[in-house]
């Protein structure tokens, strides 16, 4: 270990010695006699015990843990806005069914209703739902009515590209 020590405290006295040497290059030359070195006596050296993570909240300021949690809030409110415009199954509870739903306003909308053979218009607020009619003819189910997550959202980039493009023109 003391001879470790010793050739690190050599090379780097060295490395000094070089590089004023390589500052000093418009200078004379200087000759350098040569060193012997036999032993070097040092004294055992106490390692500090290192703690990890102890400087990573010292460097990270007030702004940017703000920003960082307000960039986090936007992707959830942003991620619960998305799903909840594209569900992508329809609700079914023991032979209830919702057929279409169409929205009128922020909390009312038309919603029909398959309960059993029946279907059933039904008109929903935010304080009472209303039975508007029963069909006489019911509404015919489809492939197309069932939303898929995945093709729902390719079909509203495309129209936001169409726009975009059609705006740049």
């Known amino acids: 270990m003391k001879n470790i020590i010793a050739i690190l405290l050599l090379w ?4 000094g010695f070089a590089h004023t ?15 012997e070195v036999t032993q070097v006596e040092v004294a055992p050296v106490e390692v500090a015990q290192v703690e990890v ?19 986090v809030l936007a992707v959830i409110v942003i991620s619960a806005m998305v799903l909840k415009r594209f569900q992508g ?9 919702i057929v279409t739903s169409l929205h009128l306003g922020a909390k009312e909308k038309l919603v029909v209703v398959q309960a059993g053979k029946q279907q059933l ?22 492939k197309e009515n069932s939303v898929d997550f995945a093709q729902s959202l390719a079909k509203l980039l495309k129209q ?3 726009k975009t493009y059609d705006k740049q023109k």
């Open 160 to 162: 936001k590209a169409i």
């Open 12 to 15: 780097s006295s060295c490395l």
């Open 53 to 71: 993570g102890k400087h990573v909240t010292a460097n990270m300021d007030a702004m940017s843990m703000i920003m960082s949690l307000l960039m």
């Open 21 to 35: 040497e390589a500052v000093s290059a418009d200078a004379a030359p200087v000759e350098v006699a040569p060193v």
């Open 89 to 97: 199954t329809r609700q079914t509870l023991s032979g209830l069914k």
């Open 121 to 142: 218009l039904l008109g929903v607020t935010a304080q009472q739902i209303t039975l508007l009619e029963t069909l006489a003819e019911p509404l015919v189910t489809s």
